[in-house]
Nanobody, 123 residues
Framework: QVQLAESGGGLVQFGTSARLSCAASGVPFSRYALGWFRQAPGKERHFVAAIGWDGTTTSYADSVVGRFTISRGSPKNTVFLQMDGLNPEDTAVYYC????????????????WGQGTQVTVSS
């Protein structure tokens, strides 16, 4: 079965950076997109960023453009989310997600989700 193992997160100071990591395993197909959603307390889960299998096609939520950078690692079953200029509004549970392509991840609820990792940004 598909599993998404996340790492990173924690308590960070406002204005600083953090990096989340995710590794996919058990994927029954060779090409897939990876991305991130997040859910703040009392709010709905929203798309954050996604990247295609080729490691070049990306998509970002407007709220994180210019601050967050998504990338594929080596091997390509890994994905990272570099988060710079963090503020309290970024506090949320971040979920690693897997889908067919970047477009689907950004518009349709992904089929595969990680367990989530808490990112708390102090004020």
């Amino acid at each position: 079965q598909v599993q998404l193992a996340e790492s990173g997160g924690g308590l960070v100071q406002f204005g600083t950076s953090a990096r989340l990591s995710c590794a996919a395993s058990g994927v029954p197909f060779s090409r897939y997109a990876l991305g991130w959603f997040r859910q703040a307390p009392g709010k709905e889960r929203h798309f954050v960023a996604a990247i295609g299998w080729d490691g070049t096609t990306t998509s970002y939520a407007d709220s994180v453009v210019g601050r967050f950078t998504i990338s594929r690692g080596s091997p390509k079953n890994t994905v990272f989310l570099q988060m710079d200029g963090l503020n309290p509004e970024d506090t949320a549970v971040y979920y690693c997600v897997l889908g067919d392509n970047v477009g689907y991840l950004a518009t349709i609820p992904p089929k595969y989700w990680g367990q989530g990792t808490q990112v708390t940004v102090s004020s």
